[in-house]
């Protein structure tokens, strides 16, 4: 059963914070009153197990809520569509706020600052199911013409150059210059023709993203674009990297991430 952390994060703060505040307001007070008639210590009365549970964790729970809700949250890499930049296992930073303050759970726009721009590395929630969390390459901003043909990317008409770097089988590795940054990229070598060709409009507000991984990713070739109302966030730091066992070469070039 997947869990929604997000959501189970702010039904405690909550939760914990009306617990406090209305001892605060009512309950407290009672106490007071009872003790003060009272002569006897073991007559006082305790404060609550939840109410001093309340207290306690609220403060904790509301700083972590505003910190992955708005500031920066981790997450870490489960599959190998972003590799040789991501690779699998990594545990990646991302800044919630490049894209906009929005708010925990709804994921709504409250306070406008930035928008993706090509080449971002960036998280989302998966369109299909609302609520996975994908990190793809932002290729196609609103209003752009993605085409992808014969593992040839063109981007309103002009032909996205990539120079050749070195062969690794079974992939070929290769530098795209997306103009905003400049990337390295896999793809599967004796594979003829190019998996999820095609030309797609973006259409306002939404974005077309793939992985670097061209020939093993699942992505906007496959399910379309994604809606500004799903964006998480910027990943822009690499904080641990976790030794996954693999096949693919031990190649490893971080390109995208300041």
């Not at 407290?28 to 009153?33: D, G, H, I």
């Not at 306070?111 to 090509?118: A, L, T, Y």
């Not at 641990?240 to 693919?248: D, E």
Request: hydrophobic residues 40%; proline residues 7%; charged residues 25%.
């Amino acid at each position: 059963m997947d869990i929604d952390f997000p959501l189970v994060l702010v039904v405690l703060t909550f939760a914990s914070g009306l617990i406090w505040l209305a001892d605060i307001l009512f309950l407290r007070k009672r106490r007071l009153a009872v003790s003060s008639e009272s002569t006897a210590e073991e007559d006082l009365p305790k404060e609550p197990y939840l109410v001093d549970l309340s207290r306690s964790f609220f403060p904790v729970l509301a700083i972590v809520l505003i910190l992955r809700s708005f500031l920066v949250e981790p997450f870490q890499i489960p599959s190998g569509s972003m590799l040789p930049t991501l690779e699998v296992g990594d545990f990646i930073l991302v800044n919630k706020y490049a894209y906009g303050l929005r708010l925990p759970v709804a994921g709504s726009k409250v306070v406008s600052i930035g928008d993706p721009e090509r080449g971002d590395v960036m998280v989302f929630r998966y369109p299909e199911d609302g609520k996975t969390n994908y990190i793809k390459r932002v290729i196609g901003l609103p209003g752009d013409t993605v085409r992808y043909r014969d593992k040839q990317l063109f981007i309103n008409g002009e032909k996205i150059e990539s120079e050749f770097v070195v062969r690794l089988p079974p992939v070929e590795v290769r530098r795209e210059d997306l103009g905003t940054v400049e990337h390295d990229i896999f793809h599967t070598m004796g594979r003829s023709g190019a998996p999820g060709e095609g030309e797609w409009r973006i259409p306002e507000g939404e974005y077309f993203v793939m992985g670097d991984n061209r020939d093993n990713s699942n992505d906007s070739r496959y399910w379309g674009t994604v809606p500004d109302e799903l964006i998480v966030g910027k990943a822009f730091a690499i904080w641990m990297h976790w030794k996954s066992f693999t096949s693919l070469p031990s190649f490893k070039r971080v390109g995208g991430i300041e």
